[in-house]
């Protein structure tokens, strides 16, 4: 029996999901700002290749299935039985693999601590197989609320209290691990009371051929798209027994990929679901994909640039004045935030319309481009050199994105063009604002007002906010249409709220 997914409205699916997302950030910023300050730099660097090699092994475990079922229009109570068995059963089987190969890999980076990490970790394979079902069906039916209630408790309780309880009495590494498998834990908890599913013992073959074939090619795209963003943190990691300086490294990557995982949750759930529902009508379709760019660079862009002005002080903010040596790399890699946004559209809009080979392709050159250049700079033990490797690889990689979709859906130069020409407008706002806080010694003075670094310097980066948004307001008064795009539906929804006067007629017209 085919069931019947009732479509939600997309817009309140965007907000549900853009409250989830955004509290997972701000939990996990708060959870990793406090663990910063309680473990050594170098459990970092010893978690990093831990959770980077479980990372790549669960897409294997997984097959691809959860994305599967989110694609499929058709889903059956036989698709569910047959990938909760499915992905039960590979957990198990890539939970023995782990743990018997796990000294092998301790014994490849150096590091005798891998053994145990990877080995207690790999339990993740477990909880996530048996949690793919209902956590897919919420996706797939757009039940964001749901959502949002399992990953926000199982955030506060895995993390924020069993997680910091550990590192302030001193379990170090294994606070962080045994937080992991909590949040884990709870998760998969939480999916399954907010959506049960049928299970079984059995495996219904037609089913499982309808799965595993788009799912396949999903997994392929996946683990490439995942090895590829982590492939210079491993390479750092296996090039250098200073583990100091890979958790330095993996800090600076961390800090970089925060505002990427918000767009990237976001893709990978709303963006994905709603395009695989009308992967047929390429006019909606072209019109949703426009949409997106156009909302995330007038938001992502001004970010991007108060990022790399402002440096220095999320990195104190975030992980403490330890990581002050690690702002070089963490400068060069916020340039990045606006293009692996912009990619994670183009990574949304392949999976929907099941166009994999290109996209692996393009993840593939991208993946290998910065390989050997990390290996290159890595020769020196040159982490600032890799960060730029990275920097100008996904500059290519966000080239390669914008052909295949002018390509693929007709989009027209000019017009994809218009969509990113308002951000670009307000990043000019954003560095004006920089110089002009620049001009008066504010920050002297808050640093000698609060002795507190993380307080003053979050005072510096609100004034520095305060200052552009200002900027920003009187570029749209005088200029509404510049904030449009092409298009003024966005402004007009979003400007509609303002009470009735001059102001909301002028920025509405």
């Not at 009495?169 to 992991?180: D, E, F, Q, R, T």
């Not at 009508?281 to 426009?290: D, K, M, P, S």
């Not at 290996?375 to 390669?400: D, H, I, K, P």
């Amino acid at each position: 029996m085919t069931e019947r997914i009732i479509e939600p409205e997309f817009s309140t699916s965007l907000k549900w999901q853009s409250v989830n997302v955004t509290t997972q950030v701000i939990l996990q910023l708060c959870f990793i700002a406090v663990l910063a300050r309680l473990i050594p730099t170098d459990a970092f660097g010893v978690m990093a290749i831990a959770l980077v090699v479980v990372g790549v092994i669960e897409m294997f475990a997984q097959v691809g299935i959860g994305p599967a079922l989110i694609q499929n229009s058709d889903v059956r109570a036989e698709h569910k039985r047959t990938a909760f068995v499915f992905s039960l059963g590979l957990g198990g089987i890539f939970f023995v693999g782990t743990y018997l190969s796990a000294p092998y890999i301790a014994s490849f980076y150096n590091q005798p601590l891998l053994t145990e990490v990877l080995r207690w970790i790999a339990l993740s394979f477990i909880i996530s197989g048996a949690s793919v079902v209902p956590r897919s069906m919420l996706i797939k039916e757009m039940r964001f609320k749901s959502l949002f209630f399992c990953s926000s408790s199982a955030m506060i309780i895995g993390n924020l209290i069993v997680g910091l309880t550990l590192a302030y009495n001193g379990a170090g590494i294994w606070a962080y691990v045994i937080a992991l498998l909590a949040q884990n834990t709870l998760l998969g908890i939480g999916y399954w009371i907010a959506a049960p599913s049928p299970v079984g013992i059995f495996m219904d073959k037609k089913a499982l051929r309808e799965m595993v074939g788009y799912g396949g090619r999903s997994t392929v795209f996946n683990i490439l798209n995942y090895s590829a963003s982590k492939v210079d943190t491993m390479v750092v990691g296996a090039t250098t027994s200073n583990w100091t300086l890979t958790g330095l490294y993996d800090r600076s990557s961390y800090l970089m990929g925060l505002p990427v995982t918000v767009l990237g949750k976001l893709g990978d759930s709303v963006l994905f679901s709603g395009m695989s529902k009308m992967q047929d009508n390429r006019v909606r379709l072209r019109a949703t994909v426009l949409s997106a760019i156009h909302g995330v660079i007038l938001l992502v862009l001004p970010l991007t640039t108060l990022l790399i002005f402002r440096a220095e002080d999320f990195t104190v903010i975030l992980l403490g004045t330890s990581y002050l040596e690690a702002v070089p790399i963490v400068t060069i890699l916020f340039s990045c935030v606006a293009l692996r946004s912009f990619i994670k559209i183009g990574d949304a809009t392949m999976r929907a319309t099941d166009h994999f080979t290109i996209g692996s392709v393009i993840k593939l050159c991208f993946l290998i481009c910065v390989a050997v250049g990390t290996w290159r700079f890595m020769s020196e033990s040159n982490v600032l050199g890799v960060a730029w490797v990275v920097a100008f690889s996904t500059f290519a990689q966000s080239l390669a994105i914008a052909a295949w979709l002018i390509l693929s859906l007709r989009i027209r130069v000019n017009t994809l063009s218009s969509k990113v020409l308002p951000g670009i407008y307000l990043c000019a706002t954003v560095v004006l604002g920089a110089f002009t806080i620049n001009m008066i010694p504010i920050n002297d003075y808050l640093s000698k007002a609060i002795e507190i670094p993380e307080i003053s310097r979050s005072l510096y980066i609100l004034t520095h906010m305060i200052t552009s948004l200002i900027f920003a307001f009187v570029l749209i008064c005088a200029y509404p249409r510049i904030y449009d795009g092409g298009s003024p539906n966005m402004r007009r929804t979003f400007f509609k709220h303002l009470p009735s006067g001059k102001l909301k007629s002028r920025l509405t017209v």
